[in-house]
């Protein structure tokens, strides 16, 4: 029977051929031109982290990037891609009289091939005493004394006086190995003890020490700002967020368009249209 016996138009298989086994790394913006074959690609993409914020005593962590990934995304052959890598969000003001309250700047989203990831924020309202939110894909920056949420899940809650850590971040192996990325910085702590950023996320200043750096390409959280509330003396400064990355793999697979679904087969069956 022509075409197998299947109802409607020849539809023949989609295949594609990777151009390569390596995994094509962006640490920073550039252009992507796939393969002469490749129709389908494994991506995984980071923005840039939220920077870490002040509050009248400790300030929250910033955000971890926003996270995109596909299995098998769709492509054209041969064609060029642009791809951005986002930046960290900046550190929130440190200076006297405009610590109190201020906030981290917002991380830049990720893009290419169509997709978007989005950055992590830095500059969540300035309510006390909880972690931060992780909603449906939308990470914020610590509130108050929270840690900042991750790309896998809130920042812990903190104090005035204890800071909260960093909220998890997600994993991927296209780098070769396992890799957590997008965690939350942790908020400041008011004691001599450092509150712990998480995968790539920065800690949190302390009593004695500014918050420690973001890692770079892995989409973390700046730390909070520590300030010297009441006087100016004593502050310690947040930290900018974490710069993004973007890993894309090509495929070789061969795909079927479209197949009949149970129920519309019976249903041309019992028509006597099926052939």
Do not use: H
Not at 36 to 53: C, D, L
Not at 99 to 125: C, E, H, K, W
Not at 247 to 271: C, H, M, Q, R
């Amino acid at each position: 029977m022509a075409n197998g016996g299947i109802i409607g138009p020849v539809q023949n298989p989609i295949v594609s051929v990777a151009s390569t086994t390596s995994t094509f790394t962006f640490t920073s913006s550039g252009t992507y031109t796939s393969g002469p074959q490749a129709r389908f690609v494994q991506t995984f993409m980071v923005a840039g982290g939220g920077g870490g914020r002040s509050n009248t005593y400790t300030g929250g962590g910033g955000a971890g990037g926003g996270i995109y990934q596909s299995c098998s995304l769709s492509i054209s052959a041969g064609t060029p891609y642009p791809i951005t890598v986002g930046g960290g969000g900046t550190a929130s003001c440190s200076g006297p009289g405009g610590q109190f309250g201020a906030l981290g700047g917002n991380g830049t989203v990720s893009t290419g091939l169509g997709a978007t990831a989005s950055g992590g924020y830095g500059n969540t309202p300035a309510t006390a005493g909880a972690g931060a939110d992780y909603v449906g894909g939308i990470y914020t920056g610590g509130t108050g004394s929270g840690g900042g949420a991750g790309a896998g899940g809130n920042g812990s809650p903190g104090t005035c006086s204890v800071g909260g850590a960093g909220g998890n971040g997600l994993n991927s192996t296209l780098s070769g190995s396992p890799v957590n990325y997008a965690g939350g910085g942790a908020s400041a702590s008011n004691t001599p003890n450092v509150s712990s950023g998480t995968d790539g996320g920065s800690p949190g200043a302390s009593l004695t020490t500014p918050a420690g750096t973001a890692t770079v390409n892995r989409g973390g959280g700046g730390g909070g700002f520590r300030s010297g509330y009441p006087g100016s003396a004593g502050n310690r400064a947040s930290s900018a967020g974490g710069s993004g990355i973007v890993f894309i793999k090509e495929l070789t697979k061969t795909v079927a368009p479209g197949v009949w679904s149970l129920s519309d087969a019976y249903n041309y069956k019992k028509a006597g249209t099926w052939t």
